[in-house]
């Protein structure tokens, strides 16, 4: 078995790299990047044939600097490359994989190698002790185990740091509620959303004193100051953020500190830009752009220059915290049209696809609100005339049947309401498909 | 007799049936029979009319959507357990029903019932048979 790890009441898990000089990450990051490039160059024939098509020499990628001669990656690549085609290292190499949500089209699945895990998790232990955390700590985590990134992320992380680790997984409030208290859970790990709900939920239940959180680890989905508030009174905790995604790892890719003042990237691993969605061009810090990462060390599943989609501000200050890495700002909102709602990514491209297989037209509305802390999801649907029956029953069995085919294909349940044929606004040019009503950016 | 019924899908908001009657008002349409099922969402339109297919080419050319379904129309006496002597028949013959409704017949003394079955001459036959009509 191995010694656990003694790193009790520090302010940071790996001191010597998240308070390094800046110039020493940049050091770092030019030797990770010029060898990682050539091998997935050499590696991944997906890769090597986007690489050429865009007429790049490799031997002129001689440096960090060099980077932006090369040819980003989108999720369409991770579409066309399904299921291995980004795969870098030989498959028994690859211990686990992760998946987004979404059963076709814009599912995305990222393999890991041992080595892979052990630095995610690595990154998620900095994230619990930039809270204040410590092996003394009782980590309840509330994210969903199992193919999403989430569960498995700050499990691992609670872990590698050496805390107790409540591996809950999401849903049964009540019995959460019964945990967190029998075991005296001090760190919770979940949506926003979700905290919020268990907030409200402990305060019903008249257990919220008896309660020890101290922080609250939440990511997964957009949230405001205004909802880190409500939070942090809810459940007498202080909430911090916590940013990934699954291309690039999980969570972790960034986190928040004491601060709560933008997210540090963990630059050690990864490589931050921010470009122009429009053009591509790369922006001087500082600027608002699309953030684009670089895998710099990871093995299995290495993205060069990956379009993250989400639109955010870097900062490069020093922060009071003491830690060099950059900050991110939350992200003020997406470049594509994809929405998150209750924490799982929605294309309305998916909805479409489920509507036409339905024998239906792709006439439709999302309307996404949030309802205190909960976001509400109707997806409007127009009733073609040759398939409405004259029954309520029949009615019904139809709007349970499209409402089993979106939670298929999107894994949340949706609320469909059909309308008259016709009575869904025809707008000159681009239909407006989506209204969300929430207050996110 | 088959009875051709005409349906239509009303969204739960203000003036929907108005706008559907208002149709049928002003083309001269004989309205018979109306009934709705409420739901919270949508009420379920039913009517029974003296033109149906004319009714529904109105309606249609007016932008409302519609449909014709046809259904089981019998006519019974209009007396104290007439329609206790009708429900029997079907059940006895083990037919079940979606919906039904009653309106006055314009002959005194009877009344009409629209049934909504799976398989109309089969119900009509029991009724027949158990001596339910009129």
Partial sequence: MKEKVVRKMKKYFQPEIETMPREQIKEIQNDLFVKQFRRVYESVPYYKAKVDAAGVNPDEIQSIADISKLPFLTKDDLREAYPDGLLAVPKKDVVRIHSTSGTTGKRVVAYYTQNDLDLWSDCTARAIVATGGSEDDVVQVCYGYGLFTGGAGLNDGAHKLGALTVPMSSGNTDRQLQFMEDMQATVLCCTPSYASFLGESAIERGVRDRLKLRAGIFGAEAWTEEMRRDIEDKLQLKAYDIYGLTEISGPGVAFECEEQAGMHINEDHFYIETIDPDTGEVLPEGSKGELVFTCLDKEAFPLIRYRTKDICVLNPEECSCGRTHIRMSKPMGRSDDMLIIKGVNVFPSQIETVLLNEGLTPNYQIIVDRVGSSDTFDVLVEMPEDLFGDTVAAISRREKQIVSSLKSMLGIVAKVRLVEPKSIERSEGKAVRVIDKRKLY | ?134
């Fill in chain 2, 1 to 134: 007799m088959i009875q051709k019924q005409i349906s239509a899908y009303l969204e739960n908001k203000p003036g929907q049936l108005l706008d559907y009657i208002q149709v049928l008002g002003e083309n001269n349409i004989d309205l018979q029979a109306l009934c709705i099922a409420d739901t919270e969402d949508y009420g379920l339109l039913r009517m029974i009319v003296d033109d149906p297919d004319k009714a529904v080419d109105l309606l249609k050319k007016a932008g409302h959507s519609c449909a014709i379904t046809e259904v089981l129309s019998v006519v019974i006496p209009d007396r104290p357990g007439a329609m206790r002597k009708a429900l029997a028949a079907l059940n006895e013959a083990q037919i079940s029903f979606d919906y039904c409704y009653a309106f006055f017949s314009k002959e005194e003394g009877k009344a009409n019932i629209v049934f909504r079955v799976p398989d109309n001459d089969e119900a009509l036959k029991a009724l027949e048979d158990a001596g339910a009509l009129e």
